[in-house]
Structures are given as C-alpha cells and as structure tokens.
C-alpha cells in the first residue's frame, strides 16, 4: 500500500515552501538593491557555512535553542493559544538552571548534576512563565497575547534585579560557574558552542511528534484548539488543556537554558539566548507547528543568521536579519493564500 500525505500535511507543506520562497525573492531583490549579484551571494554562504565545522557547529548551536523555544511556541499553537512568552520563560529557565547548578556542590555527579538542573529549567519556565499565563487566560479570561508580551518584560526585569542582588560576581555581569557535573560535553566541531543539548532537541522533537500524533491527549490540546466548543461536547476539560498545554510550553521554553547555560557558558550572563524566544515564534509558524516542521525550520533560520555572518564582506549583516522577520510575514500570508487557492480550485474543477 503506497502511502500519501494528507490534504493537510500536504496544504502546510505548500505554505511553507511559499513562505521560503517568497523570502528568498524579497532577498534577492534586497541583494539587488545593493548592487550584488544574489545568486553568488546565496551559494557563498551556503559553501562557506557548509564547509566550515565551526560555523555547521554554529548553526547547530543557535538551530538547538530555537527549536525548543519553538516547539513551546507550536503546542500552543496547536491547543488554540499564542505564547509569545517564551522570551522571557528561557531567561527564567536560564536563572534557574544556572542558579541551581553554580549552588551545587563542586562533586555533584552528572546522573545528579544534570537532571537537577534540567527539572530547575523547566519548573521556572513553566512555573513563572506557563503557569501564569495560562492561569490568567483559564481563571481570569485575559488574552495569552497581552499577557505573555507584558511577562516578557516583568520576567527579564526581575531577573535582572535578582543577578544584580545576588547572581553576578562583583564588577561584572556573570554568576558564578556551575558545578562541573552539570556541564554538557561539546561534540567537537572545530571549536564551536554546539553541544549535547543537541541530542535533547532532537529527542524533544521525537517526542512532541509522538505525543501529538499518537497519544490521545495529542488529539485532546489539537481539539480544543480547532473547536473548543465541540471538545467540550465532547468531553474534554477546555480549560484544563490549556492551562497545562501552557505549563508545557513554558517548561519546554524553559528546557532551552540548558543549550546555553550546560553546554556553552557554563554560568549566568546578562543577555544570554537573549532573542531566542522570538525566533522560536518564527520557527513555529514556518515550520506549520509540526514538530519536525519547527525542527527544520529552526535550521533554516539558523543557517540565515550564520550564514549572513559568513558572507558580511558581501552583503550587512542587517539584511538577513531582516530576512528572519520576512520569513514570518511569509508564512502569514501564504497559508491564506494556499486555503483560499484551493477553494478556487475546488469551485472550479465543481463547475466543470
């Protein structure tokens, strides 16, 4: 039996592929704008990124982060809800991880060291970011857009001052190193950040797939994000889905410290994995809030932001910058565009 993708698979996967392409004219024309040619400019940065181990190991570095804030930002999404947060639940996961592990004790073994710091991640991102949020949407009827962007700031704000208390080592802006059998090993790539919370995202990944695909509770949060009107009549708890869909979101937001925090700089640092969270909004959109979807797409932006490093003697670094917001714009118009051109093409092959 020959299997096909379903009309939905298939209707994302064309917005998608719009998306980027659209992206990639809007540059092209942009790279035209400034005098080079955009075809050389394209394969430059793909030859020098892809064949240089340190920026491949980049990318996956900055891909790693983005992907987890990514899928937090797609369960939401998923469920019917819009966590913009997840900006500020990494910089709460970031405190708390960091936080926990500089207070270890310097023997602490890794099977401790590691899980300690990764359930501290976790329960700040979905405490202190999820929790909130979704407590304030189930209890209170406040929109998870407003508060989740107000949040942002709250949350950074508090952190900042909590470091500035108690965190930051005197006369700089870093905490004090974490305990050794926290630190995540590197793998090796000429010298790059990535590291194995790598293996984690991709785990992440597998089991977002699973649990939305497979698991009954999967079928729950996507329900009630596509009628929650007919998920209650069909018994499902609305608002207990989404206060716990945004207290996993959160906490996956939250599991993102460790990219930085256990496998980079081994401490807290003022602005560290600072703008991951917005770039996790844009990964899930592009990647149609699929986990695998938010997976490449998270490459995808990566290789942007990297690649546009790899290629600043030819172009600013500002424009594929620009390119990341376009992506977004993108894939905001293509899903409409592809709906609206298959119900033409529905109405027309009727009238036929």
Not at 100 to 105: E, H, K, Q, R, Y
Not at 248 to 262: C, D, E, H, K, R
Not at 279 to 300: D, M, N, Q, Y
């Amino acid at each position: 039996m020959n299997w096909r993708p379903s009309d939905n698979i298939t209707r994302e996967l064309e917005a998608a592929v719009i998306a980027i392409l659209v992206s990639i004219a809007i540059g092209s024309l942009l790279m035209l704008v400034i005098g080079v040619a955009p075809a050389h400019v394209w394969w430059t940065m793909l030859v020098r990124t892809a064949g240089d181990p340190y920026l491949l190991g980049q990318v996956l570095y900055k891909a790693t982060g983005i992907a987890m804030c990514g899928l937090a930002v797609a369960i939401a999404l998923d469920a019917g809800l819009f966590n913009i947060g997840a900006e500020g639940q990494l910089t709460a996961g970031i405190a708390a991880c960091a936080s926990v592990g500089s207070a270890l004790p310097a023997g602490t073994p890794a099977i401790v060291a590691v899980p300690v710091c990764l359930l501290a991640a976790a329960l700040a991102g979905g405490l202190v970011g999820g929790f909130l949020i979704g407590a304030l949407r189930v209890w209170r009827g406040a929109h998870e857009v407003i508060t989740s962007i107000m949040l942002n700031a709250i949350i950074i704000g508090v952190v900042l001052w909590i470091a500035n208390q108690a965190i930051f080592l005197e006369g700089t802006t870093r905490g004090a190193p974490i305990a050794p059998g926290a630190e995540l090993p590197q793998l090796g790539l000429s010298g790059s950040s990535v590291n194995a919370t790598l293996v984690l995202a991709i785990a992440l990944v597998a089991a977002m797939w699973w649990l939305r695909s497979r698991t009954t509770w999967g079928v729950a949060w996507r329900a009630v994000g596509q009628d929650p009107a007919a998920a209650r009549c069909a018994g499902i708890s609305v608002q207990r889905v989404q206060l716990l869909v945004m207290i996993g979101s959160g906490a996956l937001a939250g599991l993102a410290a460790a990219n930085f925090v256990l496998g980079h700089k081994h401490a807290f640092e003022e602005g560290l994995g600072r703008g991951t969270g917005l770039l996790g909004i844009s990964a899930a959109l592009l990647g149609r809030t699929h986990p695998i979807g938010v997976g490449i797409a998270a490459l995808v932006l990566a290789f942007l932001s990297i690649g546009g490093l790899a290629v600043a003697d030819m172009i600013p670094k500002e424009l594929t910058e620009m390119l990341q917001g376009v992506v977004v714009l993108a894939i905001a118009c293509a899903g409409p565009w592809v709906a609206f051109s298959r119900t033409v093409r529905a109405r027309v092959r009727g009238v036929a």
